[in-house]
Antibody, heavy 120, light 108 residues
Framework: QVELVQSGSEVKKPGASVRVSCMAS????????ITWVRQAPGQGLEWMGW????????TYSQDFRGRVVFSVDTSVRTTFLDISSLKTEDTALYYC?????????????WGQGTKVTVSS | SYELTQPRSVSVFTGQTAKITCSGETLSNQYAYWYQQKPGQAPVLVIFKDNARPAGIPERFFGSSSGTTVTLTIAGVQAEDEADYYCQSADNSMTYVMFGGGTRLAVL
């Protein structure tokens, strides 16, 4: 079964950093770019950017450029989201999703989400 | 501009037709995608490239496009369709990707 499995919940203090992982299974990992989407509590979906899983080249949304880094380790079929200098407003669910060409580049395979809580 | 505007909520009775709109300048020359999100779950793609349905999505889900507005239509709404719905679009190189604010569909 094609799926993306994300790492577990995190609780961090303001100013700290966090790493969220997203592991792919049951498909050719490099075929699908991975995008990251944030959802604050009770709010909508917010696009953070995407990473080319073949080349490792990232593209960041203007709103997240500077504090967010995407990376990939093809040997373990895993994409990483690193957020530094965390703020309380970074408290959210973070989703990874695969960009699937056969459905016009839509986000057709989603991870289960990783809850990140930033609190002093 | 790269904003997509959706109504905050839509309410329909079971069996009726629900229409959820999404407006934005970019939609006149870029495809739209629709996602359904139920409480506590990840989003699910229900429409891609304006009006195509992924495998496994019920036939009662339709997408259409006219100018700068796209519409998700759910014919014969069922209780299980109660969810938040998000439209999404992007430029060709995925440098800019945007989601609409989301519409909560209430099934009465």
């Amino acid at each position: 079964q094609v799926e993306l499995v994300q790492s577990g919940s995190e609780v961090k203090k303001p100013g700290a950093s966090v790493r969220v992982s997203c592991m792919a299974s049951a498909y050719t990992f490099a075929n699908y770019p991975i995008t990251w989407v944030r959802q604050a509590p009770g709010q909508g979906l917010e696009w953070m950017g995407w990473i080319n899983t073949k080349t490792g080249d990232p593209t960041y949304s203007q709103d997240f450029r500077g504090r967010v880094v995407f990376s990939v380790d093809t040997s373990v079929r895993t994409t990483f989201l690193d957020i530094s200098s965390l703020k309380t407003e970074d408290t959210a669910l973070y989703y990874c999703a695969a960009v699937v060409p056969s459905v016009g580049g839509a986000f057709d395979i989603w991870g289960q989400g990783t809850k990140v809580t930033v609190s002093s | 501009s790269y904003e997509l505007t959706q109504p905050r909520s839509v309410s329909v009775f079971t069996g009726q037709t629900a229409k959820i709109t999404c407006s934005g300048e970019t939609l006149s020359n870029q495809y739209a995608y629709w996602y359904q999100q139920k409480p506590g779950q990840a989003p699910v793609l229900v429409i891609f490239k304006d009006n195509a349905r992924p495998a496994g999505i019920p036939e009662r889900f339709f997408g259409s496009s006219s100018g700068t507005t796209v519409t998700l239509t759910i014919a014969g709404v069922q209780a299980e369709d109660e969810a938040d719905y998000y439209c999404q679009s992007a430029d060709n190189s995925m440098t800019y990707v945007m989601f609409g604010g989301g519409t909560r569909l209430a099934v009465l």
